[in-house]
């Protein structure tokens, strides 16, 4: 069974860095492409940033380019999300997700992901 935790958020200051983590199990996640979402109240879970399974290929949402690198252990079943330079706007809850098709592309559309964690809370004050 498939099963994603995340964990590294928290709150820091307009400016600041902080490395989101993501526990993967239930099987082997080289053959699987991940992405990162975020949600913030009343508004749609949208695409921050996806890593295709080999870890050669990476996609990111306009908004997080060069500040954002999202990066893949596929030997442990991690997946990172390191975040620069924060700004108030990047507050949410951030989630890990996977696709169930093996070697799949990175897509934007958070349905078409089928598992996801609990999320993270992330944070940052101006």
């Known amino acids: 069974q498939v099963q994603l935790v995340e964990s590294g958020g928290g709150l820091v200051q307009a400016g600041g860095s902080l490395r989101l983590s993501c526990a993967a199990s239930g099987r082997s996640f080289s053959r699987y492409t991940m992405g990162w979402f975020r949600q913030v109240p009343g508004k749609e879970r949208e695409f921050v940033a996806g890593?295709?399974?080999?870890?050669?290929?990476?996609i990111y949402a306009d908004p997080v380019k060069g500040r954002f690198t999202i990066s893949k252990d596929n030997a442990k079943n991690w997946v990172y999300l390191q975040m620069n330079s924060l700004k108030p706007e990047d507050t949410a809850v951030y989630y890990c997700?996977?696709?169930?098709?093996?070697?799949?592309?990175?897509?934007?559309?958070?349905?078409?992901?089928?598992?996801w964690g609990q999320g993270t809370q992330v944070t940052v004050s101006s």
């Open positions: 890593i295709k399974w080999s870890g050669g290929s990476t």
């Open positions: 997700a996977t696709r169930n098709a093996q070697y799949g592309s990175i897509l934007y559309s958070s349905t078409s992901y089928d598992y």
